[in-house]
């Protein structure tokens, strides 16, 4: 009785939404399983593409990170797929649909146990442990490209690109663009700066119309009168890179200058004339033959250039100015004063070309040659964004497989490998967790079975013929696949289908992990403070700084 009569301890404010225990568990299970299920369709040669339409325009890609970042998930537990894929993109710069796939059916395989009433940290337990066996298989069975010659290696790159390439828009041109990424990666040399691959779109023209230039180009800036009579090509020239203004600027401030004679004026005027006139006869006495500036070069400085042939441009991106001193070996001034020959740049070539309705200035031939551009042709703007998003992702994989020399067969064959490879392993473990580490055996199959159905093959027979295959004792079967072409199997590794092995190794990591936590959270606290907190910011942000005393002072 005395139990009855205790009073109702409240924790929590009232409207504080808890939900816990299996349920919730289970909830969160099916929101992740829901995300998995919107990039699945985009996986492998045949996947089918994603419109999203939002405030910032219309995005076509089947790019599994662009996917997640713009479908804008609310769902707590659904955002950790999110932000595997993000990471996936940073690290490895593919395998993101791969990534948010093998969570989602991590945690698929998991949930009969969780409504049997399996503890999940014994799922914890042996997914870890699965992982750490999946990862140790890859690196064993992993190929390494290190000591072939340059030309070999070179090869074997454009097949890891093609492979990238084949899952996306650009797939029927993916040679020719895996030959580009390639050279273009090569060309930045061991650098980590990925801003030294500039890419520029043009539109117009067909995909076969993009190049490669060993160097730097961009967009013809704005340009005064005088522009077209400067020359528009140089042989061996030298280049000046400036950080400051060629024009005449009125005063700042609203400067006042008082005369007593109205003689005087002219002397001013006269000054300042005299002090452009003087930086234009530094930039000329310097020898160079082109000169950049970050900032404006006004229509007087543009004559006076076309007039001692020397072509200029000014209001060029910091981003290419900064290319250009990297490729041409020039540092960048902030005064025209004392402009010595060390600090101006080279190029073997410059040449001004049309490139559809758009002019580009061109720097080729350049000394130490640590940079390059990529220059995209296509019909609409948006499928040039996607091919622009493409061509990241396979510079990402050359990158990464130049640095961690080693590939592993593609096309669901190192998936099927390592599952047959688990699910033997599993047999010698007594306990439960021989059951669980099988469904995550099972659970790495959803790359072969998907690209299957994505292509429109009967999945259960391929997959029956796959399972065959590397069950052979001889171990003739570990490197084969799906053959994306014919529907039937084929060794993956003979057929160029190659990936670096840090892409599988980095996507089992992260879905491994994002499954054991969103199996760890038991209970879900949703505070309405911070709910209601948004909408009274939004309401009072339009009354702030008055009537309550003067607001801080603007910057």
């Given amino acids: 009785m005395s139990s009855m009569m205790q009073p109702q301890i409240i924790l929590l404010k009232e409207g504080t939404d808890t939900s816990q225990g299996k349920p919730q568990l289970i909830s969160n299970m099916n929101a992740c399983m829901a995300v998995a299920d919107v990039v699945r369709t985009t996986l492998g040669p045949r996947g089918m593409d994603k419109l999203i339409h939002d405030d910032k325009g219309t995005t076509i890609s089947n790019d599994g990170a ?52 399996v503890h999940p940290q014994n799922l914890i337990r042996s997914y870890r442990t699965a992982s750490n066996l ?67 779109k ?68 006269d000054a300042e004339w005299n002090i452009i006139y003087d930086k234009l006869d530094k930039c000329v006495e310097s ?37 250009v001193a990297a490729a041409t070996g020039g540092t960048l001034q902030t005064t025209v004063n004392n402009v010595i020959d060390e600090v101006l740049g080279t190029c073997d070539l410059f040449e001004e070309r049309q490139v559809g309705n758009e002019r580009f200035n061109i720097f080729s031939g350049c000394p130490s040659g640590q940079t390059a551009t990529i220059v995209l042709r296509g019909g609409a703007d948006q499928f040039i964004e996607e091919a622009e998003r493409s061509l990241h992702d396979a510079i990402m994989i050359v990158r990464r497989a130049m640095r961690n020399s080693t590939v592993v067969a593609g096309g669901g064959a190192i998936d099927m490998e390592i599952s047959r490879y688990l699910r033997q392993h599993a047999r010698t473990i007594a306990g439960k967790s021989q059951l669980f580490i099988n469904a995550y055996a099972k659970a790495l199959e959803v790359i072969p079975r998907q690209l299957c159905d994505n292509a429109g093959f009967d999945a259960t027979d391929v997959l029956n013929k796959l399972r065959q ?79 309550r005393g003067r607001g801080m002072r603007r910057r």
Avoid at 149 to 176: H, P, R, V
Avoid at 189 to 200: A, F, Q, T
Avoid at 293 to 321: H, K, M, N, P, W
């Fill in 134 to 200: 999946a990862i140790a298989k890859i690196k064993e069975l992993a190929v390494s490209i290190e000591g072939k010659s340059m030309e070999e290696k070179k090869s074997l790159l454009a097949k890891c690109a093609a492979t990238t390439l084949s899952s996306k828009l650009i797939g029927g041109e993916k040679e020719f663009f895996a030959t580009m990424v390639v050279d273009a990666v090569i060309a930045i040399g061991n650098g980590d700066r990925l801003n030294m691959i500039g890419i520029k």
């Fill in 66 to 117: 662009t996917i997640m970042k713009l479908l804008d998930i609310i769902h707590p537990a659904a955002k950790i797929l999110v932000d595997i894929a993000k990471s996936q993109d940073s690290e490895v710069g593919d395998g993101t649909t791969s990534v948010v796939l093998f969570a989602g059916e991590f945690l698929k395989e998991a949930k009969p146990f969780i409504e049997d009433g």
């Fill in 202 to 269: 043009v539109p117009g023209g067909t995909m076969r119309d993009s190049f490669l230039v060993n160097g730097v180009a961009f967009k013809k800036t704005f340009s005064y009168a005088g522009f077209e009579q400067q020359p528009k090509k140089f042989v061996n020239p030298k280049i000046l890179l400036l950080n400051i203004e060629l024009e005449l600027k009125s005063e700042k401030e609203n400067a006042e200058i008082r005369l007593s004679d109205p003689l005087q004026y002219q002397s001013i005027v």
């Fill in 287 to 323: 020898g160079a033959k082109i000169v950049l500036s970050r900032l404006a070069i006004g229509d007087l400085a543009t004559q006076y250039f076309a007039d001692r042939d020397i072509f200029c441009a000014g209001r060029v991106t910091e981003e290419d100015l900064l290319r």
């Fill in 469 to 547: 295959k590397h069950a052979l004792p001889s171990g003739e079967g570990v490197s084969y696949g799906v053959d994306i072409n014919t529907g039937g199997i084929s060794d993956s590794f003979a057929n160029f289908v190659w990936e670096p092995a840090v892409v599988k190794i980095n996507a089992i990591n992260a879905a491994t992990e994002a499954a054991c936590l969103v199996l760890s959270v038991d209970e879900t606290v949703k505070n309405p403070k911070s709910e209601s907190a948004q909408g009274d910011a939004g309401a009072m942000g339009g009354g702030r700084g008055r009537g």
